[in-house]
Structures are given as C-alpha cells and as structure tokens.
C-alpha cells in the first residue's frame, strides 16, 4: 500500500454488472483461476436476485475484496447461507478486509432472519483456520472430500480440495460473545490435529510430501468427526504451524 496515510475501505453490496464483472476479475487475480474455474458474472446476478449475497471492499473506486454467498436449504432445517467465496488482493490482506467483509455477510443474513452461515475452506491453511475458528467464531463438524476438484489455481498445488465446512451460528452465545471481544470459556479439547510448518513451501518444492501430510489430517478429521466432535479452536505458532482442537460441543 503506497502513501503514509492509512486507505479507507469501505464495504457494500454488489448490485451491478460491472460489480460483478470486478469480482469475476478479481478472481483471477487472487487465485489464478482459469476461466473455466471462475464464478461467471451470471452466477452474481442470480445470488442477489435469490436471496443471496454480493459484498465488495473498496478503496476509492478500486474493489480489493469480495465475497458472494447463496441461499441453501436442509430437510428439515431453516433456510441458511452458503458462502461461496471470498478474497482479498495481496496488497491489502493482513488489513483486516476479510473480517469487514464476514462482519457484512452477518449483519445483512440477520436483518434478514436467517442464522446460520457455511463455507468450506482448505484445513491446511492454518492462518485462515484461525480466522475462522478465533476471531469469528466458527465451527467445525464435517468434512467433505475434493469438493471442488482439482483446480487451476497455484494457491491450491494441484491437490485434492480437501475441505472442512466451517458453521457460523451467527445469534450464538459464541459468536457475539468473541465479536464483543468477551468470548465464552474455552470447551475441553478431546482430540487436536496437528499441521506442520512449511506448508506453503510444499505446494510447490514437494507437492508428493504435501499430499502426504493432507491425507493423514482427512482420515484425523473424518475419525473425529465420525466421534461427534466439533472443532471449536485453534492454536497457530510462529512457524506457520497450528494445532485444532476438537471438543464435545453443540450450539
């Protein structure tokens, strides 16, 4: 970020066509998709007009990040929101852009009625596992394997996408418990899973040895969760590794 002074970013709801061709964009910028890959400029469109969501950040007239998210239904449950994606140009992560962004998502999702929100995401990448788990305050109870395939991304090493379904119970004592910066007690860890350091120096120097290590976290993951246990914390270390931990836990 160029300049002394800090950028202001600000956050809105996506609600044009060249909205969502910047998203489209930004995508394969963030991640490197090929067009194949990318979510098209239609699949906006249809999120806003079904009840989902399209938020972007920007600084000025730039869009730095965005996230969209659709509408899902389980037999039996309420209506709930699937975030899809969402990404944050190199320049401006660490900027706390992802967290406006989720924050948005939950203000609008409870406006709305609507108390639950998903998404997957990679349990290798222990940076955005704590994201998840200690500043926003998800959870974790299943496990879905390569659910998207093996994609054209480099941020994604030619792996199976191996995914944790992150749970964000947005009303939950939990939730705005850690938001007010007041979070409940820690539940009791039964079990951790622990990911080694140099991670993102594998995906690319040994990809074999990368694969290796992602197949012995899914069977941990797929035993635990077969337990009815629920990932409710992280610890991340200097050294880019971290450690779940996995209680007894309900909402």
Not at 8 to 22: E, K
Not at 59 to 67: A, K, L
Not at 107 to 113: I, K, N, S
Request: glycine share 10%; aromatic share 8%; proline share 6%.
């Amino acid at each position: 970020m160029a300049g002394s002074e800090k950028p202001v970013i600000t956050v809105r709801m996506l609600d044009s066509i060249p909205d969502y061709q910047g998203a489209v964009h930004l995508q394969q910028e963030i991640w490197g998709f090929s067009e194949l890959d990318s979510l098209p400029t239609r699949l906006f469109v249809v999120a806003r007009k079904i009840g989902g969501q399209s938020f972007g950040a920007f600084v000025g007239d730039r869009m730095i990040g965005f996230c969209v998210a659709l509408p899902g239904i389980k037999p039996g449950e309420d209506p709930y929101l699937h975030s899809n994606m969402l990404g944050v140009v190199a320049e401006y992560r660490n900027s706390g852009v992802g967290r406006m962004l989720k924050l948005a998502q939950r203000e609008d999702a409870l406006a709305r009625g609507v108390g639950l929100m998903e998404w997957t995401f990679d349990p290798l990448e222990i940076k955005n596992a704590y994201f998840n788990m200690e500043r926003l305050g998800a959870v974790v109870k299943r496990y879905v394997l390569n659910q998207y395939g093996i994609t054209s991304s480099k941020l994604h090493g030619g792996l199976p996408t191996d995914r944790c379904v992150a749970e964000w119970y947005l009303d939950s004592a939990r939730v705005k418990g850690l938001l007010a910066g007041k979070p409940e007690p820690r539940p009791e860890a039964v079990r951790t899973i622990h990911v080694p350091a140099g991670v993102d120096a594998m995906r690319t120097a040994d990809p074999k040895k990368l694969r290796e290590v992602q197949r012995g976290i899914t069977e941990q993951f797929l035993e635990c969760f077969q337990q009815g246990l629920t990932v409710t914390g992280v610890e991340k270390y200097a050294d880019g590794a971290g450690t779940y931990q996995l209680s007894h836990w309900e909402p």
